[in-house]
């Protein structure tokens, strides 16, 4: 199992969008992908059925202290699509003061850490997160194996780099040096008619060794807008998905290789299904 | 008039480049140059720098070394260090035990990691380290011979000397504050980048270093690649210069357990070659002995010529390879029956052709050669074996 955390330092970046889309097209290319929402604010559920409010599950076990954190895998919901399941956020519990709870420090990255270990037979767990990289958010970096950093081509978001690798270096000493790998940086929203977005994407790609820089982008198209109305991965949002479904096809091939995901040997065989006999 | 940036002038470029390297190296590599401060404790850990600076009498002048001396045998960056009594180990007021350790004792991690991703020849130069690894690799692992080191390692190394005259150079250092910030960001982010790349850091790098010289396996050519070796990390390097051969040869020890001067100079083995090239010439050699065989061609399975080794190897299928090895030759395609996993044609003039193959966990290949007789399938059996052997991995499938 593989625990991968989507998160940035600013919102609306599109998180919500890289991990929906990301997710699906890895289970479509045979990983078992589980997509957990541990924002409070549900964008997963939301961006894929009317029910996520009523659905229990990420903040209903964090939040629970009479839940054991393996109760969360019986929150996994299905989908029509076998190898994809979701944990939708559920209901972060409020404090007095009617606001969330903020979720941090040992214990809760424990509680989290036994929650995840419950998803092992999942190849993929996607965890879309909060923006920033303070609590909730910082505890499950803490625990990933690889960050994936969308970054929108756009000054303000760019700026916030440092501080986003800064937060990501410090758990990793913090961990011994092992973990948090950053699978990459994820330039979204760009923008080739825009020549702002344009010089924020060459730039980065200029400053940043081409290692932490996925070579996949994400382009601002309003394919999106409509699969987040229809509530559907951009894949599914027509018989013939729109050109931008691709490039999250792309990022999934990408990701593959540069965490360097195998396939089991034993169906690493020769059987192919021919198209025609 | 300020020209428009996005994020160059938004940047710290010197703090992104830090980042950057700190967040492309892995648990075991080593830690950047330590600051000036820090890096007091560093020449603790490295016994032979001071063997050779201090503690070989033979070297030592007969009188007090003048100044002139001192800065002639001493880098420069070292000069300015203080220096701690050898063997006086109630004297360095460091709270490091493990640097105050070092002195006679078990290595500990800041060793393995230097074996693991060890410096590069010019990380002294570029860095400043005052502890260049020249010393180092001079003091634990000589080079036995040429063939053993490539040329151009042997000069990176030769001596203090050259050294200094890489601590001298106009552009070890850079001082000129006038160049666009951007510059200087990608300057910096290259440099780390480098140095990721150099130690082996960075998944895709283009340019994959030559390996330490004192662990570095004997390579003639470009074409010497062994792109089927599967070693164990806890394998010893056998092929490493030898002082003296154990007798019996020692069980393999895992390399976190070892001081740092046997992980650099390990006794050779007496098991079969390390270095699969190598291997490969000892199964051609066994073909001649076993079945009368010349001509032996390994391949693997995409027809990568691995045996001989030839520059410009080009990768083509097998059956390609086939087609063009059976259209060279003279064949009449009689084959002869041999056991399973070797197929044997007739040439036409009176010779056979024999093809074998081995796979293993690393990947499979694919002999050729030409004996003067159909190999029973006894011979064809320990043929085989040879092949297998030859590959030095886990086979997957013995009756293949």
Known sequence: ?277 | MRTMSTLGSWINPDELADLVSDLTRTASDPEPAAPEAEAVAAPLEIDPLFEIRYHDEADLPTGPPSESDRSADTPSAMRDLPVFPIGNESEPETSDEAAVSKIGTKPKRGEEAELEAPPLETSAADEGDPFPITDSVRMDAPCEAETECPPEDSAAVSGPDDLEAAFSEPGAITTDDYRPRRALAAESLEKARSRAQQGGLLKGGREIPSPPIAEAPPIESAADEEPFEMVEFDEIPAEAPKKAAPEPAPAPVPTSALPSHQKAAPSAGSGPSRLFRRRLREFADSVMTLAGGRDVTVTDFQSYRLHPAEEGSVVETTAAWLTRLLGALPVSFQAAPSGEGATQIALRDGGWLCILTAESASGGVCASFQAPAPLDAETAARVRAELRSALGAKVLREDH
Request: aromatic share 4%; net charge negative.
């Open chain 1, 1 to 277: 199992m593989t625990t991968i955390v989507i998160c940035s330092q600013k919102g609306g970046v599109g998180k919500t969008t890289v991990t929906v889309n990301l997710g699906y097209s890895l289970a479509r290319r045979g990983w078992q992908v589980l997509l957990v929402d541990a924002d409070p604010q549900g964008g997963v559920g939301l961006s894929l059925t009317e029910k996520a409010r009523e659905a229990r599950g990420f903040f209903n076990v964090l939040g629970s202290p009479e839940a054991t954190p393996e109760e969360a895998s019986r929150l996994v919901l299905d989908t029509r699509l076998p190898e994809f399941k979701l944990l939708m956020c559920g209901q972060a519990p409020e404090g007095e003061d009617g606001h969330p709870v903020d979720f941090s420090g040992g214990e809760v990255r424990r509680r989290l850490e036994k929650m995840l270990a419950t998803f092992k037979s999942f190849d993929v767990v996607l965890v879309d997160t909060a923006a920033g990289v303070h609590g909730l958010t910082r505890e499950l970096m803490a625990l990933a194996d690889h960050l994936i950093l969308p970054l929108q081509a756009e000054p303000l978001s760019a700026r916030t780099l440092p501080q986003m690798l800064r937060a990501a270096s410090l758990l990793r000493k913090q961990n011994g040096g092992a973990a948090p790998g950053i699978a990459g940086l994820l330039l979204t929203m760009v923008r080739p008619d825009d020549a702002v977005s344009e010089e924020v994407r060459r730039e980065v790609r200029q400053m940043l060794p081409k290692e932490l820089v996925f070579d996949a982008e994400i382009p601002r198209d309003h394919a999106f807008l409509k699969a987040s109305r229809a509530g559907v991965p951009l894949g599914l949002l027509q018989r013939q998905p729109p050109a931008s479904a691709l490039n999250f096809d792309r990022l999934a091939a990408e990701l593959e290789e540069r965490l360097q995901w195998k396939t089991d040997p034993e169906n690493a065989n020769d059987e192919y299904t021919r198209l025609m006999d």
